[in-house]
């Protein structure tokens, strides 16, 4: 069999007592963790959850939250991440989309979840599972049974679930395990990621497959996560620039003993060559890596002698993972040739949950179309361009233009709206709203409504009102390449709302 569940089983057995997962002040071994999580699968099948159901989990990391992630997929469940900072609306939006037989919520957002499935439950409820004699399960998962649907945004107005099988998951660790022999079993890694996105989810089931202890944090706070680092003796990370940026920052740094870390990993935006020679003094190259949620995480692989004199670049393909570069027909272009990157690899997601439209536009014979343009040199390395999507990425995370426009056109008044990122010393980028009005349009009380609509991160904190109708393509469609230019300073020129 290849599922998660049986990699969880075997490291129960060949070391028991080794840590699994580490909260700081609580930790769970490999045996506990998959006894624990049979109770609890015990108890849903007892529940009425049957194979394929989906659970959906709407919690802040912790200890019990990972475990009732085996636990759903033990019973045959389909995992369903809830992003914590959603608000009832988006909520809304995806349970009505997946139809969850169960939801479980911690008590900060148990009131956001109830009435989005039958039963909602207290996550606290599987704390008095982990003690108790071994659960007897009769059901057994199968490699091509749905693992996981994870929420992502993209070009469209709503989030898309893409969906991963316990083969694709699995396929997906096995392969950088050949690849990348730094970390494996008995290392420390830390995920700085909420279990609900893409970030958190994979790794989370990437280095428990592989046997390592994992060790997270309920939020990422530079200070804490550098004394982590030292205390911890951590061996490997993968986080967004600013992330290093920020832990780089604190007077601290300088005498902080990292010398454990073997692999540091970069993705979602570009490695400066500053950034890389302030982490080379310490002694650790920062790797930048190019993937995104539908290839499983990493689609690339970034050897540590290439990212110390070319950190700009994001890899190569490795042992079984391909890239390529298409024009707008499809065809192969030539290294050297700005075009789509495209992906093929074991991790591939297997659709868009409930949509064969979208699924069909990006699987397309074996290859994933990533929607981002990027070109790869004679030697096969990749370099990322810019996003065809029209994402912005804010401290890691996704917002899709498209949503966060959508939420502003709702406000009475506005007749026109186009979202574009301005740059944020914190974040990256955040969203900015450029808006066509013809009456006066009070701001707070649009950002209060898109607070009630979209999760904080994705809304707007700089408002640019426009007195003419915005510009369009010639086929009618709005075209943001004048607007980026004209508010590239928006973070200097224009007050942040909120």
Known sequence: MQTINDAIHWWARVMPDAVALDFGEDRVTYRDYR????????????????????????????????????????????????????????????????????????????????????????IARVLPMRMGPRA???????????????????????????????????????????????????????????????????????????????????????????????????????????????????PEFENADLSNITMATCGGAPVTQALQDTWMKKGIVLRQIYGQTECGGNGTIMPEHIARVQPQKCGMGGLFNEIGIVDEDGNRVPPGTVGEIILRGPGNMIEYWNNPEETAKVLKNGWLHTGDLGVVDEDGLLTFIDRMKDLIISGG?????????????????????????????????TPLAVVYTRQDINVPALIAHCNSRLADYKVPRYVALEQEPLPRTPTGKLSKPGMREKYRDAANTLPRVR
């Open 397 to 429: 995370l996704n917002i899709s233009a498209a949503e966060v426009e959508r939420a502003v056109l709702t406000f009475p008044g506005i007749e026109e709206c186009m979202v574009i990122a301005a740059k944020d010393a914190k974040f990256g980028e």
């Open 35 to 122: 006894d624990w999580s049979e109770r609890i699968a015990a108890d849903l099948i007892a529940r009425g959850l049957e194979p394929g159901d989906r659970v959906g989990i709407c919690a802040a990391n912790s200890l019990h939250y990972c475990v009732l992630i085996l636990g759903i997929l033990r019973a045959g469940g389909t995992v369903l991440p809830m992003n914590m900072r959603y608000t009832p609306h988006e909520l809304a939006e995806i349970a009505e989309d997946t139809a969850p037989r169960f939801i479980f919520a911690d008590s900060e957002r148990l009131a956001k979840v109830e009435g989005l499935s039958s039963v909602a439950f207290d």
């Open 136 to 250: 007897q399960i009769s059901h057994e998962p199968k490699p091509d049974d749905r693992a996981v649907i994870i929420s992502t945004s993209g070009s469209t107005a709503k989030p898309k679930g893409v969906v991963f099988s316990h083969r694709s998951m699995t396929g997906y660790v096995a392969t950088h395990a050949m690849e990348e022999q730094s970390l494996g079993r008995g290392s420390r890694v830390i995920i700085p990621a909420p279990l609900s996105t893409s970030a958190g989810f994979v790794q989370l089931t990437h280095y428990t497959v592989l046997g390592c202890t994992l060790h997270f944090l309920s939020a990422f706070e530079p200070a804490l996560f550098l004394k982590t680092l030292v205390e911890k003796k951590i061996n490997g990370f993968g986080a967004v620039p600013v992330f290093f940026e920020a832990v780089s920052r604190l």
